[in-house]
């Protein structure tokens, strides 16, 4: 039994998860060492020896989730303390959180900073993944099958928003958005909820102008068109990015031989870890980045629209829509698509809580494909079988 388990398992995602992981690993070391010194007065390997730590207990938490059945998600005892536990997490710290980046967004526990909003995302995918499995015989009910599962996502939403954390707010709506169109309800019932969620967010917005539509938020808008025109100051970060990815060319400079990672361009170790790719592998560094990444969030769609089980397709959607949402913000804010909104970019970044945000919902997403593999081979065995003895039946009979 055990050995047919494993047998199922999708090895390629596997594979495709360490690779990103490690490479991510070895470019923080060289995004990091510069900065490190300069900036944070530490040995230049800081934020790699910190890095290596999260990734091990990350990979520690991947085989957990990888071998513990998805379908135990969904009962009411695991899903009732996931909601309380992320509901007082994101309470708590308006008591006792830790700002940094005018943001009060993490727990301080000694050396080490923990976000809970990280994990808010993989709680709103299980919760909302669950819910909405077991209202499928009512989902287009809209008083009953559609509104209450989204208390919690206003709930969660809401007090991300007000650390203040605009943009972790707005990417898990997107992803309960994506779970909520694949969940079977119809356009009708759509339509009304994008209605409502304007009606419900106005006094919000209106209350809340002044910090949402800041200054120095605005000039993220601003400065798209051509960071150059003021880059010592709002086009500093993109001016700086765009430096690093026409440096690297299609070959790149050379690993550990980026020239803006040296006080030019901030925060080199995170947010802009692309750049430092492009600038120092170049196409070859970037195109591995895009296609794991791609090959990831593909993957995971595939295993939805294959899993049988509403929980397991809705949960495997969910958690690519993530992977896939974050790297398209990341990627596009780096890129001068979109304004910057500090986005890590999934398994390369620098980051204990989104590292093991990650290693949760890709061990989920193993753990579901590996259901799939497994279910499907024995349904085929047992309709072989049935085939067989009925042959015999018939050879049996005429004889």
Request: proline share 4%; hydrophobic share 50%; net charge positive.
């Amino acid at each position: 039994m055990f050995k047919k388990i494993l047998k199922s398992y999708d090895y390629s995602l596997i594979i495709a998860i360490i690779l990103l992981s490690l490479f991510g690993l070895v470019m923080v070391y060289s995004a990091s060492m510069a900065s490190s010194v300069q900036r944070y007065e530490v040995p230049s390997d800081h934020f790699y020896t910190k890095q290596r730590l999260f990734l091990l207990g990350a990979a520690v938490v991947f085989i957990f989730t990888a071998l513990f059945p998805y379908k135990i998600m969904k009962s009411t005892k695991f899903l009732v303390p996931m909601v309380g536990l992320s509901v007082f997490g994101l309470l708590g710290l308006f008591i006792f959180g830790h700002v940094a980046g005018n943001a009060q967004s993490w727990f301080k526990i000694g050396p080490l900073s923990l976000q809970p909003a990280e994990f808010v995302k993989i709680f709103v995918i299980i919760y909302l993944s669950a819910v909405y499995a077991k209202k499928q015989a009512y989902i287009n009910k809209f008083n009953h099958g559609v509104l209450p599962p989204l208390a919690y996502l206003v709930i969660v939403c809401g007090l991300i928003a007000l650390q203040p954390d605009f943009g972790t707010a707005m990417i898990i709506g997107l992803i309960a958005g994506t779970i909520i169109i694949s969940s079977g309800m119809n356009f009708k019932n759509i339509t009304k909820l994008i209605l409502l969620g304007l009606i419900l967010a106005s006094p919000f917005l209106i209350a809340l102008k002044g910090e949402i539509f800041s200054e120095k938020r605005m000039e993220r808008f601003t400065v798209l068109s051509n960071p150059f025109e003021d880059e010592l100051d709002a086009g500093f970060h993109l001016a700086n990015s765009y430096i690093a990815i026409g440096s690297g060319g299609i070959n790149g400079l050379g690993l550990g031989k980026s020239v803006q990672k040296l006080g030019y361009l901030p925060e080199s170790h995170t947010d802009f870890i692309m750049a430092v790719i492009a600038e120092e592998l170049g196409i070859w560094g970037v195109s591995f980045v895009v296609l794991t990444l791609a090959f990831i969030v593909l993957r995971g769609i595939y295993i939805g629209l294959r899993c049988k089980d509403p929980f397991g397709s809705l949960l495997a959607i969910g958690i690519s829509s993530m992977i896939g949402i974050q790297s398209f913000i990341n990627l596009a804010g780096v890129s001068g698509v979109i304004p910057l909104t500090g986005v890590p970019l999934p398994f390369i970044s620098y980051g204990g809580s989104s590292l093991l945000q990650l290693a949760i919902a890709s061990g989920i997403l193993v753990n579901v494909s590996m259901f799939v593999k497994y279910e499907n081979k024995y349904k085929q065995q047992h309709q072989e079988k049935n085939s067989n003895h009925q042959d015999g039946n018939v050879y049996q009979f005429r004889t």
